[in-house]
T-cell receptor, first 122, second 113 residues
Framework: VQLVQSGAEVRAPGASVKVSCKAI????????MHWVRQAPGQSLEWMGY????????KFSEKFQDRVIITSDSSANIGYMEVYSLRSEDTAMYYC????????????????WGQGTLITVSS | DIVMTQSPESLAVSLGERAAITCKSS????????????LAWYQQKPGQPPKVLIY???TRESGVPDRFSGSGSRTDFSLTINSLQAEDVAVYYC?????????FGQGTRLEIK
């Protein structure tokens, strides 16, 4: 199992950025895809997830107005887009896959992408 | 939201000694219908994503050395590392997955004394 993310990006304040996460080695539609971010020197912050099987998304209230999560099941890729970027959005963004055993999934994460560094700077 | 509070923020332990980290949740994360605590522990080394060590508060992930152990229930949890090795230097996080939003502790930095 691998989650391979797109490369680092630099954006100006007010711009948007879209990060991709390609799932390799498992059936994409069986697992939700989550996004977690980590500001420099800070803890982990869960942003939200998508169920690729039906497109349903759930978000942390903090991100629901500025983040869109989508997926392309034909390509096994998940996407996370952040709008109206501000300096405090500078962080490493991770996609993560929850653990599923015997068809039951629980939201601790046994596979992570390598991370995508988003820098917001003028 | 369930707030996760870890202590200490940092910890220095001698090689071969034991390290203990605690995690308190602002609400119970125990589901009494299945008697499971929805609590996981992660290890994060510099430049790497987190790696799950423990889930269900005390179940070790496959491949994790048995010197790592988790315990606790409801709102009080701990991660113990016995016989500390140099490769255990990292930041450790607890995470609750009982209710959305998923939340993490602030992290505990473990160093060698």
């Amino acid at each position: 199992v691998q989650l391979v993310q797109s490369g680092a990006e630099v954006r100006a304040p007010g711009a948007s950025v879209k990060v991709s996460c390609k799932a390799i080695g498992y059936t994409f539609n069986i697992y939700t895809m989550h996004w977690v971010r980590q500001a420099p020197g800070q803890s982990l912050e869960w942003m939200g997830y998508i169920n690729p099987a039906n497109g349903i998304t759930k978000f942390s209230e903090k991100f629901q107005d500025r983040v869109i999560i989508t997926s392309d099941s034909s390509a096994n890729i998940g996407y996370m887009e952040v709008y109206s970027l501000r300096s405090e959005d500078t962080a490493m963004y991770y996609c993560a896959r929850p653990s599923c055993i015997d068809g039951t999934c629980n939201f601790y994460f046994d596979n992570w992408g390598q991370g995508t560094l988003i820098t917001v700077s003028s | 939201d369930i707030v996760m509070t870890q202590s200490p923020e940092s910890l220095a332990v001698s090689l071969g000694e034991r390290a203990a980290i605690t995690c308190k949740s602002s609400q119970t994360v125990l589901d009494i219908s299945n008697n499971r605590n929805y609590l996981a522990w992660y290890q994060q080394k510099p430049g790497q994503p987190p790696k799950v060590l423990i889930y269900w508060a005390s179940t070790r992930e496959s491949g994790v050395p048995d010197r790592f152990s988790g315990s606790g229930s409801r709102t009080d949890f701990s991660l113990t590392i016995n016989s500390l090795q140099a490769e255990d230097v990292a930041v450790y996080y607890c995470q609750q997955y009982y209710r959305l939003p998923i939340t993490f502790g602030q992290g505990t930095r473990l160093e060698i004394k």
